[in-house]
Structures are given as C-alpha cells and as structure tokens.
C-alpha cells in the first residue's frame, strides 16, 4: 500500500478539519508524512519554502521567501507578464506542498486554537482604537467585502487593519 493510499489519520484539536482536508489533497508523500502528526513544524516549513523558491526560479520566477504571514512576494521578467507569473506561481505553490502544508503552518502559528477570524480581527480594531469599542464581529464582516469600515483617520486605520488582518492576535514575529 503507497502512503497515497494509507488511510486519513484521525487528527484532533482545533485545526483538526483543516489537517483532514490538507492531508486529503495531499499530492506528495513528503506533503502527507509532514501533516500526519497534526503539526507543521519549522522544518518542515523550511523545506516547502526551499522547493517553492526552487520551483519558482526554474519558471524564471524570483522571490526573497515567506514573510512572517505567510505571504510570498515574487518578481518576473516584463514579457513574461502578471498573468502567466500568477499562474507560474500557483503552480509551485501547488507542486511544493505551500498550499497545503505551509498554509497550515502559518494559520496555525497566526491563530492556533482556531478562533473566530472575525471575532479576533474587529477585537484586534478596537484594542488599537481605530474603531468604536462596541465594533464586532458582525460589523467586520458587513464591512470587509467592500471595505468600508468606520475609521476615524483613514490612514491609521487602514494601517492597522493590516496588522489585524495579518496578525490579529500579535503572535507573529515581525
């Protein structure tokens, strides 16, 4: 029997649907071996990085690597255009195993015990007292599709709802 074909572990604890879902889509063993225990470790987040920076440069890609959000910046050649190098990029987000283990890893590291992302981000407004104190969940979520949201000073506002957004609960190193 292949590890393909292996049965899902039972995975427990609050991202416990995330790592069944993950380890479903898995494509490669090194993807499921580095998911069954229920962790990303560093490691393991550093092999990821190590073949999507690898990946990325055999398509004529570059990148400097993960930020500590895990987003990923990435430059291409002019003629190659925005689409194509997009397109290039899910690839090797697909093909080195980010899409499934590095996502979890960062998720897990920015919020892990999985609560509500709505919830932490209009609490994480308030602390920085760029909305009312009485803003919710219920108000972040009527706001964020168009991005209205009730700032006193645009600027400052908009600034920390990067920082909310990305790190809502300060976990992240900067």
């Known amino acids: 029997m292949s590890d393909q074909d292996?049965?899902?572990?039972?995975?427990?604890?609050?991202?416990?649907?995330?790592?069944t879902s993950a380890y479903r889509e898995?494509?490669?063993?090194?993807?499921?071996?580095?998911?069954?225990d229920g962790t990303v470790s560093g490691e393991e987040l550093a092999e990821v990085e190590l073949g999507f920076i690898t990946c990325l440069e055999a398509v004529g890609?570059?990148?400097?690597?993960?930020?500590?959000?895990?987003?990923?910046?990435?430059?291409?050649?002019?003629?190659?255009?925005?689409?194509?190098?997009?397109?290039?990029s899910d690839r090797c987000s697909a093909s080195s195993g980010f899409d499934t283990v590095g996502s979890l890893y960062f998720a897990t590291h920015r919020n892990p015990q999985n609560l509500d992302d709505a919830k932490i981000i209009a609490a994480c407004l308030v602390q920085k007292k760029v909305v009312p104190p009485s803003y919710g969940a219920s108000d972040y979520n009527r706001d964020a599709p168009d991005r209205a949201f009730p700032?006193?000073?645009?600027?400052?506002?908009?600034?920390?709802?990067?920082t909310c957004t990305t790190d809502p609960l300060g976990l992240l190193k900067q």
């Open 6 to 19: 292996s049965p899902v572990p039972e995975f427990s604890g609050p991202w416990a649907p995330a790592f």
């Open 151 to 162: 700032f006193t000073d645009s600027g400052v506002g908009t600034k920390a709802l990067t």
């Open 61 to 88: 890609l570059t990148s400097d690597g993960f930020n500590p959000d895990g987003s990923v910046g990435f430059a291409f050649p002019p003629d190659m255009g925005s689409h194509k190098a997009n397109a290039l």
């Open 26 to 36: 898995a494509s490669s063993d090194f993807e499921r071996k580095a998911l069954s």
